[in-house]
């Protein structure tokens, strides 16, 4: 199956996946005039009412781009919906995205069928995060338009499979727009994805790093000076399984080593995590390939970057196979 139109006109095959707390219109601009999708959460927007002003602005700055750039123009943007029954913000942030037509949504912590119906009253993409093959069913089953696979070793909220399970098992029956998501930070990485069967990469905690995005400076250093060994998997946080940094947790002043489990039946995403961790503004999520980041650029740069180390792999692809 073809990708939707919207998916078709991107300079490098790649989704900037919302970042919570994170992301934010400077990143997001960033991000699609540099030719990938931006994406951002609607719940970074606080109050509730700033976020039909982050779509205004990124809407009205991505028109003008394309006006000057024709070209050259932007890549479509995205908002994440967590649909989680704690987020008394749905329904609210909903009406927003269907105002400013966004052209892409991204749904996580459950499949709700009218918000998929929302997205498509006006010609919106629909794509749902999925962790295993039983939830990329139900998410199709609800209205979905694609899948997002977040494989082991992605940031913040992760499953366990690997991605050649994890792809593998929906291809088997799913043929439509398909994204991974897992430890993906350089441009080999972008290829091996479309490799395994997938479309598109969704790439989040390399983003973190950039000159755009709304982290503290040391959240940006650490993730610079840390590798795949300073990761912890834990539901700690949330009360859903995650990445995070350890150095992170450890100033804290917990163990990273010796965390408990935390009671998945209390998870509340409505605002953004349990207040006494303050996460993720104090514990900060991050996947695992961040060990090739070395240096926190603007995100033109990072995108540069990645897509030239994507084209120099595909000529060594097509190099190998003669």
């Known amino acids: 199956m073809a990708l939707p139109t919207s998916l078709q006109r991107l300079r490098l095959p790649v989704i900037g996946a ?54 050259n123009p932007s890549a479509p943007f995205a908002v994440n919906q967590i ?37 498509h009253s006006y010609g919106g993409v629909a794509l749902h995060d999925i962790i295993n093959n039983r939830f990329a069913h139900k998410a199709m089953e609800k209205g ?65 790093a950039t000159k755009e995005a709304r982290a503290a400076e040391e959240y940006k250093q650490m993730i610079v000076e840390c590798a795949a060994d300073d990761i912890v998997y834990t539901n700690l946080f949330t009360g859903v399984h995650g990445n995070y940094l350890k150095p992170s947790i450890a100033r804290s002043g917990l163990d990273p080593d010796n965390l408990p489990a935390a009671d998945p039946s209390k998870m509340n995403f409505g605002a953004g995590g349990r207040d006494e961790f303050k996460a993720w503004r104090d514990i900060w999520g991050c996947g695992q390939g961040i060990g090739v980041i070395h240096d926190a650029p603007p995100a033109a740069g990072l995108i540069d970057r990645l897509g030239r180390e994507y084209r120099e792999a595909f000529s060594a692809l097509q190099e190998a196979v003669k």
């Open 18 to 71: 919302p970042l919570f707390v994170i992301s934010n219109p400077d990143l997001v601009i960033a991000q699609c005039t540099a030719g990938i999708v931006g994406s951002f959460p609607a719940l970074n927007a606080r109050p509730a009412a700033q976020l039909d002003e982050w779509l205004h602005r990124i809407t009205e700055e991505l028109a003008a781009w394309d006006r000057a750039h024709p070209d």
């Open 83 to 119: 649909v989680h029954k704690s987020n008394i913000r749905l329904e609210q942030d909903l009406a927003a995205c269907v105002k400013w037509r966004v052209p892409i949504s991204i749904t996580s912590l459950g499949a709700r069928e009218e918000v998929n119906q929302a997205v």
């Open 144 to 208: 979905a338009d694609g899948l997002i696979a977040v494989a082991a070793g992605a940031g913040g909220h992760a499953g366990t499979l690997s991605p050649f399970a994890l792809v593998q098992e929906i291809r088997a029956w799913f043929d439509g727009p398909l994204a991974l998501s897992g430890a993906i930070a350089n441009g080999r990485s972008i290829l091996a994805a479309q490799a395994m069967g997938a479309d598109l990469a969704y790439i989040g905690s390399a983003f973190i």
